[in-house]
């Protein structure tokens, strides 16, 4: 069964800094891609940050460019988001999603069920 788990998120100050961690199991971890989507009340879904098979290649949108950093860790099955300088505007449940295909974000058939990013003024 695939499998991915979020956790790390929580309550923060703007200003502040929290790290998102998702831990894969029930398919090949190095064959895929992972990104980290976020869904905030009222809005569609976007994608945030992505990572390749490996940690050579990584993508951010303007919204994550400088204040987050994604890497993985393929012997533990296991992607980091490094949020920092957190914005009010970025609170919202992060989801992070596997596939084939790192920026093509309506392609990622396996997800997790999310984590809640609060942050507060």
């Known amino acids: 069964e695939v499998q991915l788990v979020e956790s790390g998120g929580g309550l923060v100050q703007a200003g502040g800094s929290l790290r998102l961690s998702c831990v894969a199991s029930?398919?090949?971890?190095?064959?895929?891609?992972i990104g980290w989507f976020r869904q905030a009340p009222g809005k569609e879904r976007e994608g945030v940050s992505c990572?390749?098979?490996?940690?050579?290649?990584?993508h951010y949108e303007d919204s994550a460019k400088g204040r987050f950093t994604i890497s993985r860790d393929n012997a533990k099955n296991t992607v980091y988001l490094q949020m920092t300088s957190l914005k009010f505007e970025d609170a919202a449940v992060y989801y992070c999603?596997?596939?084939?295909?790192?920026?093509?974000?309506?392609?990622?058939?396996?997800w997790g069920q999310g984590t809640q990013v609060t942050v507060s003024l």
């Open positions: 029930g398919f090949t971890f190095g064959d895929y891609a």
């Open positions: 990572i390749g098979y490996d940690d050579s290649t990584t």
């Open positions: 999603a596997a596939g084939m295909y790192m920026r093509r974000w309506s392609d990622y058939p396996f």
